[in-house]
């Protein structure tokens, strides 16, 4: 009977021959492993001449030679001890057999079949046994998987994998049907359900077009009941009362939902402050009591109000209270015959006087952006155009905004005009309620009566307060639930030539040829923002660790291939064929 020392010397021998076939290098490293690692814990450990860094799951030729000098080092009746004790696991296409090491079967734990013993597997491994000519050789392209004969079954390439079969969990052929010979499903989702929240395109074909080619199913149903049975809450869109809504729903009728598809187009841009990470809470919003004049003035009065309501709750990190002001506006109106003669206009505010040139030839739109690009806050105290100064006032009008603590008094408002044309038609005062959030801006609860520490968000909030906000909630009451965060493309445009088609250039005057100016639909303020915003929920996902999928950027579509079949006109949303393409494509993009 060969000594496992002999036995290992041959296999050295065989490994010279065959130094070059990777078959013969990884059929030796399996059948070495364990020996490697038997006598690494065994033996070497103990003698400080461990062999093992990597389990040697891969052998080579100086591993082999360092193992055989170390076995010749040691007396015979060490390496006697070491064989009568030593197992080798050797994995068969029929089951696990536990054998020692000369093969003999150890019918232990249920393990049953019989085993080659070491030396006829180093036989294996023979030149003579290796020259059939199905053997397969190494390979740089990828991984190959290959039979005991070096029969190549499977292998992963760049270009995808191929194998002599594909085979479902209960042994069906289910290359010929995507749902196998048995009926199970290979689609990506399949059995699993799902929500959509969003803005309008929340509920559109796209949810059943991505369902049917994921597998996965949704309900009309529960979609609309979002809608019938959200909260009015205004941020991000309603998704916030959609998401209460989903709670409601799903904790009365004991549903579970797989996954949530988040998507809205209507985000205010972030910002880079600290203010972009300030938690939210939805659930219990606190009402601020008191309504206060202006939009500017509360910065001031709130503080000492604020103190003393802080103190009347209990310190939470996702603290948000609501802020009820009033907003007070005058609007003076403009008309004019027609174009305008040359002359100075004055508008005269509570006593302090606004005056312009006018020449031959301007329009009222003209004449009225030029008087509204005075600042009128810094000559007439609690009135303002902030709002609207630098925009050209198309509507003929300008707009006086009311920055006092107390109630506004209409302000005192004449016009002398001379000979230009323009005539001042009406002066009116309006007052709205709005509401404004009031944020505990840190995640240090120490620093709760800090006012620095807590921060108004004006006229809405930001992508990542409101995002922040909607995916705290629903991975508290959702905890099983996956979320998707994914962005739609965005095409609001026309390609019909128009006075009012800014996006159409005329290639030189009169020749009836357009080009599509794409600078200038990334320029426009609306369009914009959304790239904007986009590229914060980007950021929003990393730091969150959830998945984003960037539809917008991958889709198929462009500003040339919309019309007629996916989108209509001027329209945000597409056509049928267009949501069905969105559906298709977020599909293949999960």
Known sequence: MATLSELLTRALQVYNEQVENMNSNVRIGSLLRDIVNFIDTKQGKESGKGLSTNDFSNVDKANLATLVNLLNDNPDNVLNTISEVFKVLESYPEGVKVVDL?????????????????ESRIDDLDSSKLSNSNVNEGHSDGHYFVDEQGNVMAKVTPEGIQATAFIDKDGNDITANSSGNSGTSTKKLDGKFVVSLGDSHMNQPWLPAFCTATGASYSSTIQQYLIDHKPDYYDTGHMMGYAKALKEYCSENNKIVDLILIENTHFIKPSTDFNT?????????????????????????????LAAYKATLVPTLKTVIRVNYNTYKTTVSFTSAGTLTAGTVTLTIN??????????????????????????????????????????????????????????????????????GLIMSDVSM???????????????????????YWVLSQG???????MKGLVEFLQENFKNTKLVIWTPPNFNISLVPSASNSYLVESYPGSGIYYFDINAFYANTSNANIFTSYEGLKIFADLMRIRIIELHKLTKLNYYNLFP????????????????????ELADLY
């Open 351 to 420: 006593g302090q006087n606004f005056a312009v040139n006018v020449t031959n030839g301007e329009t009222l739109v003209q004449a009225v952006t030029a008087l509204n690009d005075w600042a009128f806050n810094e000559y007439v105290a609690n009135w303002t155009n902030w709002t609207t100064k630098g925009q050209t006032r198309t509507s003929g009008t300008i707009e006086l905004i009311y920055t006092g603590a107390n109630a506004a008094v209409q302000p005192t408002i004449t016009f002398n005009a001379g000979s230009t």
């Open 565 to 584: 079949t996916y989108y209509s006109q001027n329209n945000v949303h597409p056509l049928a064929a267009g949501y069905a393409l969105w559906g298709n």
């Open 460 to 466: 809405g909030s930001s992508l990542y307060a409101c």
């Open 277 to 305: 990470f300030v938690p939210q809470d939805y659930q219990n919003f606190k009402l601020f009591p008191t309504t206060y004049a202006s939009l500017q003035s509360y910065y001031a009065t709130q503080a000492a109000d």
């Open 430 to 452: 309006t007052n709205t309620t709005n509401i404004i959030d009031w944020y505990f801006n840190s995640y240090d609860l120490t620093k709760w009566s800090d006012a620095t």
């Open 102 to 118: 000369l093969g003999a079967k150890l019918d232990k734990g249920g393990f049953t079949g019989t085993a080659k013993t070491l």
